[in-house]
């Protein structure tokens, strides 16, 4: 097993995106649009994540983790 730590993120395209989801869900919980919580889900995959070319943040971070492992460990890794 590796240790490993959270912190804030270093990539701003991460931060907008959950930030904009952020205001997005607490704007939709005072003005309900969506008749189920999976037109939500469908309305957050299509719009809120065309900042990172519609790649959620949670594989944008994973990637973004592996490349600061790569770096870490020696080896230089490029993601785009």
């Known amino acids: 097993m590796e240790e ?17 989801a952020m205001f997005a869900l607490c704007h939709e919980f005072e003005h309900p649009r969506f008749s189920s919580v999976t037109e939500l889900e469908d309305y957050f995959a299509t719009f809120i994540y065309r900042a990172t070319q519609y790649q959620p943040p949670h594989e944008l971070a994973v990637k973004l983790f592996t490349a600061s492992n790569s770096v ?6 490029q993601t785009n």
């Open 72 to 77: 870490s460990n020696g080896n230089v890794h």
């Open 4 to 20: 490993f730590a959270f912190g804030p993120t270093a990539s701003r395209k991460v931060l907008g995106c959950l930030n904009e």
